[in-house]
Each structure stands twice: as C-alpha cells, then as structure tokens.
C-alpha cells in the first residue's frame, strides 16, 4: 500500500456530493456525523472543501448538469482517493434509470470503490460500508 | 465600491429542489439575489406518466427525503380525487400520524441546521439526537427510517399494530422534556434575540405578495394552514392550533417551527391514542378519466399535486408543486438590504437547503474566489460571537 493511502485510512475526511438525489441519502450521510451515530469516534470528519477531501461520499443519480460538475469536481480531489457511491441511485440509477435526465450511472462517470446499497442506506450500513472500503485498500496492499 | 458576486450553490442535496444563489454585494451588504434551479432535476413528472398509480406513490416519495410523506400524501388525494372516493377513517388517521412524525423530524432537523448556521453546535447535536428518538417511532410504525411507503392510493398499505403503539408513544413522549429546553434555549436567550429579530423580515404583504407557504408565511401573520383551512386526514378530528407569529423575521419563523412542533407531538399522540378500528384500504380496482387534485400541508407549506387520468392505469398527466418554489422567491424580499454574515441564516430560515450553503463561495467580478463555504459560516459564527461579547453572555 502506498504511504499516502496508508496515512489517509487513519482518518479518512470525507466530502459530500449531491448529484442529484432526493436528499435521504444525504440526510443519513448527516446522521452518520451526529450522535448517534457520530463516525468522526473513527477519525473521519466532513471537510469543508473538496481539496481537503479523502473520501468522496456520492449520491444521487447524476443529472445532466450534474454529471459534468461532478467531472469537474473529481479533477479537483487530492488523489489518492476513494470514492463511495451511497444509495441505489448512483449505482443503478434507481428509480430514476428511465428519466430523460438521468443518462449515466455514477460509474460510467467517475471511478468507484466501493457501492452502499439501500434506497437510503440506513447509517449503519454507510458506516459498515466505510470499514470495507478501509479493509478492502488494505487488503490490496 | 466594486460590486461583489456571491454565488451559492450550485450543490445542493437536503432539499427537493437544488439552486444555484448568487449574492451580489456592495462591500458587506447585499444588494441583488439571484436563484437557479436544475440540478437535482430528474425528470419525476415524465417518469411519472410512464408507472402506474401504485408505482408512481414509491416515485413521489423520492422527489424528497424530508418531505417523502407529503408528496405521496398529496398524490394519493389526487388520484382519490378523480374518482371521488372517501378513505377509511383508520387510513386517516394512520396518513395523520406518519405526516406528522414527519413534521416532527423535519422541524428538528432545521432547528439543528439553523443552530449550526449560528454557530450553536449544540443546538445542532441535540437536535439531530432528538430526531433519532423520532426516527426511531417510525421505523417501528412503518419498518423504513425515511421514505416510509406507507402511502397507496385509496388507503396506506401497512395497519399499525395495537402492540406497537405504546411503544411509539414513548418514544414521541420521550422527546417533549428536550424540546422544551430546545425552546427556551431559542426563546429566551438574549444572544438568539439580538441576532436574528429583525433579521430578514418578510411583511405580511410581501408575503402575500410572493405567495410564501408554510411556516414561512405564518410567521409574517398569515394565518394559512392547509389542515386547518381544508382539512384532510384526520385534522379535523381533534383540536390543535394554528401558530402564527407577525414579525416575519428569522427569529419568528424559528419560533413558529418549535412550537408547531409540539403542536405534532400533540397531534401524533392523540391519533396513537384514538387511533378507529376498521379498514385502512378502500381497494380501487380501476380509475374513470378524469382529473383530480391533492394538496396538503409539509413541514414547508402547501404541497400540491394534479393528477389526469384517462382511464388507463397511469396518469395521463402528473404535475407537482413544493412548497419551497414559492418559499424561495421570497429572498428577494428578505435578504436585500441585509448583511452578508446574515446571509446564511436568512436563507436557512426559509428552510430551503443546508447543504449548499457548505459550498458557498464568494467571488469578485473576475471570478477570483475570495471566501469559500466554511468562511462564510465562519462569518456568521462571528457575529454571534460578537453580539455574546456585547452582552456579556459566556
Ligand atoms: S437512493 Fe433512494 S434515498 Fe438515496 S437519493 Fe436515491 S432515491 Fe433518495
């Protein structure tokens, strides 16, 4: 594994990403930092731009306007890094796979690592999808 | 001095419908607001025409998480309009109780936002904890956290077991002791009081003017409120009030928000406890053409859907208002005049989206990024800062 990778799985600082969703997914994604839940216990924390950015948590479905900013915003994040499509809607599209708006699934976009089924997630499942993406870049190594 | 352009946005996820603000500024006062919409566009009307009545209630649940009851809820009544059709009683009151369950932790979960916004992360912390408690009740009542799909034209599709009520009781009843701290919190601290009154008033004309909804024109002193002006459900079934405040600031219509919250409480308990016996679906098996409409009141004002058949099983024609498209406009009349550190809250107080506002940036008229979300925030935390200073509040 290599050293950035290494020092950036002690405490991955996640970034948000709308594409489009009805906002359940971004909710719980919020859920996940509040206490009951609160997974910055692991050393992960909500960064406030995308260029402090680890971890990209993506939802939705990927609109038009969208799927270009989200190129856009791909370009920007300090690589490494790894990326978490949450939800069905940016895995399949979900509800929204025959919508005029909708032509790409997320990982005809961008790369991803690691997919959070669930149409939202609950939060445990987002915080247990997490943990695999931590074992699954350590098992790469 | 040289004009200022502030764009917010263009990200936005906690709302169903994504803008793109742009704040133009003359040095700290804003002078200009401009909104864009599209990016959260997906289609929902078109969609809706190709599923059926049935699954067309699971794609209106997602148009919004927060809102993913008011949508079905409306659509439902859409659809039961075009017959016309009457609902089971204990249908109503099984629509009351998740509709306000949802109020519950809509109206918490912009009271957290809001804390945030100010710089009051407890606020933020307890709130979204209390929301938990409330999560928690409808996970037992429906089986989902969000989205519940308890909504089916003619009815809901899952009965509430007697056996789970006391347990959801408890639940709604274990929230009321911090929600009234939460309330005197806002209501009585000197430091809420001189931030926010007088912050972003929107008159009662004005807000007639831009047909604001919800608690947004109820805090302007409109005393509109789809349950009570056209009751639906089971809200004419108990008594409850109306709150309505008149000033029409930030502060008011965080007020209007608390107290309507333990109006929901009051509300949900009283379905739970007097919830009728009988039939919670009144089985459609076909629908004549014809057109129907269903309006109802979310967390954020008047939710209206139309729905045409022709007497197929899909709609021939779907269309939905939110609240918020009337709800937004009003920033033309709320956040001119005003400073950019209250930017944030003026439009948070509104109840549009939060999480925008994390990808804020302030640009010059070159395009050249001078303040990015977090800075911005951190403005308005300042502020507070500075008014606890002046008043000497720790
Ligand atoms: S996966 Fe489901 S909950 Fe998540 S954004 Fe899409 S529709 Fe909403």
Redesign the interface.
């Known amino acids: 594994m290599s050293v950035t990778l290494n020092a950036l799985l002690k405490s991955p600082w996640v970034f948000?990403?709308?594409?489009?969703?009805?906002?359940?997914?971004?909710?719980?994604v919020?859920?996940c930092l509040?206490?009951?839940f609160d997974i910055e216990r692991f050393g992960m924390l909500l960064a406030?731009?995308i260029k402090h950015a680890d971890v990209l948590l993506v939802?939705?479905?990927c609109?038009r306007?969208?799927a270009e900013?989200l190129k856009r915003l791909y370009d920007q994040v300090p690589k490494p890094c790894l990326v978490v499509a949450i939800g069905e809607c940016s895995q399949s599209r979900?509800?929204?796979i025959?919508?005029?708006?909708?032509p790409k699934p997320l990982d005809a976009i961008i790369p991803v690592d690691v997919y959070i089924p669930g149409?939202?997630p609950?939060p445990e499942a987002i915080i247990a999808g997490v943990v695999n993406l931590i074992q699954k870049v350590k098992g790469a190594a | 001095m040289a004009k200022t352009i502030l764009p917010i946005g263009p990200y936005h996820p906690l709302q169903e419908e994504p803008e793109f603000f742009t704040l133009t500024l003359d040095g700290e006062t804003v002078v200009d607001v401009d909104v864009r919409l599209g990016y959260n566009h997906r289609g929902i009307e078109k969609l809706s025409e190709r599923k059926t009545f049935d699954q067309s209630t699971f794609l209106v649940e997602r148009i919004c998480g927060i809102c993913s009851t008011s949508h079905p809820f409306a659509f439902c009544q859409a659809v039961e309009d075009v017959i016309p059709l009457e609902v089971p009683l204990r249908a109503k009151y099984i629509r009351t109780i998740i509709a306000e369950g949802e109020r519950i932790h809509s109206h918490l979960l912009w009271l957290g936002l809001a804390g945030h916004f100010l710089g009051y992360n407890t606020v933020y912390m307890w709130a979204w904890k209390l929301r938990e408690e409330i999560l928690d009740a409808m996970e037992i009542l429906s089986g989902n956290r969000n989205n519940y799909a308890m909504f089916k034209p003619g009815g809901v599709r899952r009965d509430i077991k007697p056996e789970d009520i006391p347990a959801v009781l408890k639940k709604v009843d274990s929230i009321v002791p911090t929600l009234e701290m939460l309330k005197n919190a806002v209501i009585d601290d000197p430091v809420l009081h001189a931030r926010l009154k007088g912050v972003g008033i929107l008159s009662r004309q004005k807000s007639i003017d831009y047909s604001a909804l919800g608690p947004t024109s109820r805090a302007s002193g409109v005393a509109r409120d789809v349950r009570k002006d056209s009751p639906y459900g089971a809200y004419d079934q108990m008594e409850w009030t109306m709150i309505v405040t008149q000033n029409g600031d930030v502060f008011d219509k965080a007020v209007v928000r608390i107290l309507e919250t333990f109006e929901s409480v009051n509300i949900m308990k009283y379905c739970l406890e007097h919830l009728p016996p009988g039939e919670i679906d009144a089985h459609i098996t076909s629908l004549p053409p014809g057109e129907g409409i269903g309006h109802i009141e979310a967390p954020r004002g008047e939710t209206f859907h139309y729905v045409l058949s022709d007497g197929t099983n899909r709609p021939a024609r779907h269309k939905v208002r939110a609240p918020s498209f009337m709800n937004i406009p009003t920033f033309k009349a709320t956040v001119v005049g005003q400073e950019l550190s209250d930017a944030t809250i003026i439009l948070a107080s509104v109840d549009p989206c939060y999480c925008c506002t994390e990808r804020v940036a302030v640009r010059d008229t070159k395009g050249e990024k001078l303040f990015n979300g977090k800075e911005l925030l951190r403005l308005s935390w300042a502020k507070t800062e500075r008014i606890k200073k002046e008043l000497g509040v720790p």
């Open positions: 948000h990403l709308s594409t489009g969703s009805c906002n359940n997914c971004d909710i719980e919020l859920d509040t206490p009951r406030g731009s939802t939705g479905s609109n306007q969208s900013r979900g509800m929204f025959h919508s005029y708006n909708c149409c939202p609950k």
